[in-house]
């Protein structure tokens, strides 16, 4: 019991390391007619300001965007060809075009975020295991995908918590990335032409290509999902969004 009040006592103390948004950041008030055009600006303007970290905040630097623990696995190499995506690092994400926000209130808050680029490019670390028709195929190596004018469609949910200052908390990441045009660099073989071919025919089907892995790429979700939550956790309501209390 007295470990239980101690330790009550020191998360009081400890688990809001509650931080002011920086003067950087445009603040909008939910109550404005124009809130989801203010806070399409606000958070287009910090996107960009992520071309350096923000310690304060958490932030990492998106330029780029180093995801060293992200994995993706894709088939099997008993009936086909296991690949496997590591260590990706994305490029372009501080460079927006634009960006539409839309915040819809409730017990769970919806934050939608339509994010485009003119070119974003994924570098991995890549492996391929099995065989394709009946040639093996067994290489450690690196892949590049390039999305020509993408858009990120990001769903966030959030619910309200804290006793106190109020914070949001966290609870989906939904990402979509629909590219007008994909292309592809493999290496999986050590023939140069039938590597280039490979690449050639899956950039031009990309939509069917992506489509294959489509589910799969929400192993992208919750790098995204830290980014918000790094600033949710640290920002309390209050000093967030205007307007609410
Ligand atoms: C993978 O990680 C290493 C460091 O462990 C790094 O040097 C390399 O650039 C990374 N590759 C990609 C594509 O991010």
């Known amino acids: 019991m007295r470990l239980n009040i101690a330790t009550t006592f020191m998360s009081m103390l400890f688990v809001c390391s509650c931080?002011?948004?920086?003067?950087?950041?445009?603040?909008?008030?939910?109550?404005?007619?124009?809130?989801?055009?203010?806070?399409?600006?606000?958070?287009?303007?910090?996107?960009?300001?992520?071309?350096?970290?923000?310690?304060?905040?958490?932030?990492?630097?998106?330029?780029?965007?180093?995801?060293?623990?992200?994995?993706?696995?894709?088939?099997?190499r008993k009936e086909g060809l296991e690949q496997l995506w590591k260590n990706v690092t994305l490029h372009g994400l501080t460079k927006p075009t634009t960006t539409i926000a839309k915040w819809t209130f409730g017990s769970e808050s919806t934050l939608q975020l339509d994010v485009s680029f003119p070119v974003v490019q994924f570098d991995s670390d890549f492996e391929a295991h099995g065989r394709v028709v009946l040639l093996a195929v067994d290489v450690d190596t690196t892949f590049r995908i390039t999305y020509e004018k993408p858009t990120f469609k990001l769903t966030f949910k959030m619910i309200e918590s804290g006793q106190g200052s109020k914070h949001f908390k966290l609870v989906s990441t939904k990402l979509d990335m629909l590219p007008q045009k994909a292309t592809f660099a493999y290496n999986l073989f050590d023939n140069k032409v039938l590597n280039d071919q490979i690449n050639e025919e899956s950039s031009k089907k990309f939509m069917e290509t992506l489509g294959y892995i489509r589910e799969d790429l929400a192993a992208f979700e919750p790098f995204f999902g830290n980014l918000l939550s790094a600033v949710l956790e640290k920002v309390p309501i209050s000093d967030l969004i205007d307007g609410l209390n």
């Open 19 to 76: 931080t002011k948004l920086p003067s950087s950041f445009k603040k909008c008030n939910a109550k404005d007619s124009g809130f989801n055009k203010c806070l399409s600006e606000a958070i287009h303007n910090a996107i960009q300001q992520l071309n350096k970290p923000i310690p304060a905040l958490g932030l990492p630097s998106l330029n780029p965007f180093r995801l060293p623990t992200f994995q993706m696995r894709v088939g099997n």
